[in-house]
Nanobody, 115 residues
Framework: QVQLVQSGGGLVQPGGSLRLSCVASGSISRSALMGWYRQAPGKERELVATITAGDNANYAESVKGRFTISRDNAKMTVYLQMNSLKPEDTAVYYC?????????WGQGTQVTVSS
């Protein structure tokens, strides 16, 4: 059984930083595309960033230059370093693993940016 377990998140002031982690366990391929998504209240879930097994990263325009996605295949972990956080970054963040037809989601973690 595949599990994606997230950690990190919380409350931070505007301009602050947070790091999210997502550890994968079970029968999950190290070749899987890993990504972070977020969903704000009343809005649809949106892509934040993705990273391939070869460390090619892709970012939403709204987070470029502020967020960095990375992965450690040995630890089966993907990270999202979030800097210069803004109130509009407030959302529940989800990690996702995609490999061919297999898609798995983490449990979600709240990130709140507020003074």
């Amino acid at each position: 059984q595949v599990q994606l377990v997230q950690s990190g998140g919380g409350l931070v002031q505007p301009g602050g930083s947070l790091r999210l982690s997502c550890v994968a366990s079970g029968s999950i391929s190290r070749s899987a595309l890993m990504g972070w998504y977020r969903q704000a209240p009343g809005k649809e879930r949106e892509l934040v960033a993705t990273i391939t097994a070869g460390d090619n990263a892709n970012y939403a325009e709204s987070v470029k230059g502020r967020f960095t996605i990375s992965r450690d295949n040995a630890k089966m972990t993907v990270y999202l370093q979030m800097n210069s956080l803004k109130p509009e970054d407030t959302a529940v963040y989800y990690c996702k693993s995609t490999y061919y037809l297999y898609t798995y989601w983490g449990q979600g973690t709240q990130v709140t940016v507020s003074s």
